[in-house]
């Protein structure tokens, strides 16, 4: 049986879950040309617990300032889609597409002038789903779902 046929589909957009977070209902661009996925938040501080790092941030994508603490993984440098590199932290969190749920990395940027709050990059989709480009909403059952004219 072919393995490709048991994956969920995703549209180019969805709805996503960062339940650790308590954020819910995030609109996130589906990019698999982006390895890593990003969020819009600022830092705020880094923490130390026990032998853990940990990073506060501030997210406000839905006009409301959310402050989040998540495990602090990394600081990388993260090449953007315009070509520039920028050191970013990188968090690890649970992250819901549709009724998925995968420990994703998550870079933490300034995504204040793109259209999605969040960048949902390859390293998060392999091997869990499979893209749809000419749809969106398919694992987001609380939006109509719109056919995309592909260009």
Same mark, same amino acid.
Not at 31 to 54: C, P, W, Y
Not at 72 to 83: A, F, K, L, P
Not at 136 to 147: A, D, E
């Given at each position: 049986?072919?393995?490709? @046929?048991? #994956?969920?589909?995703? /549209?180019? *957009?969805? #709805?996503?879950? +960062?339940?650790? +977070?308590?954020?819910?209902? &995030? ?7 982006? @390895?890593?996925?990003? !969020? $819009? ?7 130390? *617990? /026990?032998?853990?790092? %940990?990073?506060? %941030?501030?997210?406000d994508?839905? /006009?409301?300032? $959310? ?8 600081? *990388? ?9 920028? @050191?970013r ?5 649970? #992250?819901?597409?549709g009724?998925?749920? +995968?420990?994703a ?10 259209? %999605?709050?969040? #960048?949902?990059?390859?390293?998060? !989709?392999?091997?869990?789903f +499979? ?6 909403? !398919?694992?987001?059952?609380? &939006?109509? *779902? ?6």
């Open positions: 049986m072919d393995k490709t @046929r048991e #994956l969920p589909v995703v /549209g180019w *957009r969805e #709805l996503v879950d +960062l339940p650790d +977070l308590n954020l819910s209902g &995030i609109p996130a661009k589906i990019d698999s040309g982006a @390895r890593t996925s990003s !969020l $819009h938040g600022r830092v705020i501080e880094e923490i130390v *617990r /026990g032998d853990k790092k %940990f990073v506060r %941030f501030s997210v994508w839905d /006009g409301i300032e $959310h402050v989040c603490e998540a495990v602090h993984v990394d600081i *990388r440098g993260i090449t953007s889609s315009n070509g520039d590199t920028q @050191r932290y990188v968090i690890k969190t649970p #992250l819901k597409i009724t998925t749920q +995968l420990r990395e998550i870079s933490l940027a300034d995504r204040s002038d793109m259209q %999605f709050p969040m #960048l949902i990059g390859r390293s998060s !989709l392999r091997r869990r +499979l893209i749809d480009s000419g749809h969106s909403w !398919l694992q987001s059952p609380q &939006i109509k *779902r719109v056919k995309q004219r592909k260009t």
